[in-house]
Antibody, heavy 119, light 110 residues
Framework: EVQLVESGGGLAQPGGSLRLSCTASGFTLSSYGMNWVRHAPGKGLEWVSYISSSSSTIYYADSVKGRFTISRDNAKNSLYLQMNSLRAEDTAIYYC????????????WGKGTTVTVSS | QSVLTQPPSASGTPGQRVTISCSGSGSNIGSNAVNWYQQLPGAAPKLLIFSNNQRPSGVPDRFSGSKSGTSASLAISGLQSEDEADYYCAVWDDSLNGNVFGTGTKVTVL
């Protein structure tokens, strides 16, 4: 079964850091670009970041640029999101999603991990 | 604030047809394929339509998508109670160098 499982969410203080992980199973992670998407309470979906299959291409939303870092370890079938200088507005459920080239669709999603930024 | 505009809500009775619009610009919808996602309450998003009008395996043919110029639409025909969810359009934006989601539309089955 094709599956993505996120972990690493929790409570962080403003200005603090968290590292999210996403583990893939049922497919070869190294063949796909990957995304992080978040859903803040009461708001819509927001794309956060994208990394290509070989890590050669990386994009970030302006809202996280300079604070978040996406990375991957294909040997471990894992995707990461290092989140620094956290703000209250980063509070959200964070999903990893498999990306497809061309139409950039995100065709497989994890169940998400919750990040709460509060003092 | 999203660059893709959707109506905040839409509703219909069982069996009716509901249409959701997604308005963008030349740097996103005008240049790239539109995808649609369904998010049921308390669940992760799910790919509903890709490449403007293609359905992934397992998605009922009651769902259809279209695109014209800088706008796109999702239609749900034969509305069912299990279609109550939030629906989002999404597309790559060449100016922002990133995916952008629409503002989202909550569909209610009356």
């Amino acid at each position: 079964e094709v599956q993505l499982v996120e972990s690493g969410g929790g409570l962080a203080q403003p200005g603090g850091s968290l590292r999210l992980s996403c583990t893939a199973s049922g497919f070869t992670l190294s063949s796909y670009g990957m995304n992080w998407v978040r859903h803040a309470p009461g708001k819509g979906l927001e794309w956060v970041s994208y990394i290509s299959s070989s890590s050669s291409t990386i994009y970030y939303a302006d809202s996280v640029k300079g604070r978040f870092t996406i990375s991957r370890d294909n040997a471990k079938n894992s995707l990461y999101l290092q989140m620094n200088s956290l703000r209250a507005e980063d509070t959200a459920i964070y999903y990893c999603a498999r990306g497809r080239t061309g139409d950039r669709r995100m065709d497989v999603w994890g169940k998400g991990t919750t990040v709460t930024v509060s003092s | 604030q999203s660059v893709l505009t959707q109506p905040p809500s839409a509703s219909g009775t069982p069996g009716q047809r509901v249409t959701i619009s997604c308005s963008g610009s030349g740097s996103n919808i005008g240049s790239n394929a539109v995808n649609w996602y369904q998010q049921l309450p308390g669940a992760a998003p799910k790919l509903l339509i890709f490449s403007n009008n293609q359905r992934p395996s397992g998605v009922p043919d009651r769902f259809s998508g279209s695109k014209s110029g800088t706008s796109a639409s999702l239609a749900i025909s034969g509305l069912q109670s299990e279609d109550e969810a939030d629906y989002y359009c999404a597309v790559w934006d060449d100016s922002l160098n990133g995916n952008v989601f629409g503002t989202g539309t909550k569909v209610t089955v009356l």
